[in-house]
């Protein structure tokens, strides 16, 4: 099977540089070691990264993104207690920064993303990615690197490190 004929809902059309990818809630086109990701209206962005990487078997990566969001959910790591508290904000947004990595736990793909983003007042906010959904456009670049890198659970610090 052709790596690019995975899933029901795919269409499949090219240009001269690569093929683009229709999937539910997000298009992509792979140029080089790029993939350039559009996360469509009310699609979970996390979702739709996961999927990507696994379709395309990316075990060690680097993503950016901006966009626009109707909601998002931070995470904020409180070393002492190893325990994360999380917040969800439902609101319009501009993604001011999704930043993050790929990376492998488990033989399953593991995303860890970190998001700024700000409202109407123009202030911003943000924390580790927990999960956002978009609410016109998500406009994200996911550099695939060769290799993998593992990640292991510290005991000590309380987080999935990356293990080499
Ligand atoms: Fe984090």
Redesign the pocket.
């Known amino acids: 099977m052709p790596a690019f004929a995975s899933g029901s809902n795919t269409a499949v059309k090219a240009d001269s540089y690569g093929a683009v990818m229709n999937k539910d809630g997000y298009s992509y086109k792979k140029l080089g070691n790029k993939y350039f990701i559009r996360v469509d209206k009310d699609t979970e962005i996390i979702r739709a990264l996961k999927e990507i990487c696994a379709e395309n078997n990316i075990t060690a990566g680097e993503i950016t993104g901006i966009g626009a969001i109707k909601s998002a959910t931070f ?1 904020f ?1 409180n070393p002492e207690t190893k325990q994360y508290s999380e917040k969800t904000f439902d609101e319009y947004m501009e993604i001011t920064s999704l930043l993050g990595n790929v990376s492998q736990k488990d033989g399953e793909v593991y995303l ?1 993303l ?1 998001m700024n983003a700000s409202g109407k007042d123009y202030k911003t906010i943000g924390g ?1 990615l927990v999960k956002s959904t978009v609410s016109a456009t998500c406009e994200i670049i996911l550099t695939s690197q060769e290799g993998s890198i593992g990640r292991k659970f510290s005991e000590d610090i309380g987080l999935n490190l990356f293990d080499f």
Do not use: E, Q, R, S
């Open positions: 995470g790591f860890h970190h580790h």
